[in-house]
């Protein structure tokens, strides 16, 4: 598994972490196409695993979420997402994955590993600019986010 790069976001406290690889069909106006190279971006070594532990440490009380994005983070191989997951669950920071997929999709190990979900794939047709869910601007009217210990 790759990581493309991190960002902080200080206005949704969220240690933004960028997968790399999106397997076809994209969703049409993907506003990141560069991330759908599985190749792109930096292998997540166990010494890249603990830079990246340390990095969302060190930003303390600035950070509350970890969000994991992509490309699609779905995509990548089970037991290296499981193995992400399980590493940011101890940081006891709130964890969220953005996905196209719906819930239902999502294995239930996966689920079990995060604080919220990002659902839905972006829809031109349905794209907006206003639409928020839960606080967190979305891309289109279809997605939403489900908390995971309100189901």
């Known amino acids: 598994m790759n990581i493309l790069g991190t960002e902080v976001s200080l206005k949704h406290k969220a240690f933004e972490i960028y997968l790399a690889g999106c397997i076809a069909p994209h969703c049409p106006g993907c506003h990141n196409p560069e991330s759908w190279d599985f ?4 292998a997540l070594t166990p010494t890249a695993l603990k830079k990246l ?15 994991i994005m992509g490309g699609e983070p779905l995509h990548q191989q089970k037991n290296e997402l499981m193995k992400l997951l399980k590493s940011l669950e101890k940081t006891g920071k709130d964890v969220w994955l953005f996905t196209r997929y719906q819930i239902e999709d999502v294995d239930p190990d996966i689920l079990e590993k995060l604080n919220f979900i990002k659902c839905g794939a972006y829809m031109q047709d349905k794209a907006s600019d206003k639409y928020t869910c839960r606080g967190i601007p979305l891309a ?5 986010i489900v908390a995971l210990w309100e189901i």
């Open 53 to 67: 532990i340390a990095s969302i440490e060190d930003a303390g009380e600035l950070v509350k979420n970890i969000w």
């Open 140 to 144: 289109s009217t279809n997605q939403y």
């Open 39 to 42: 190749s792109a971006g930096t």
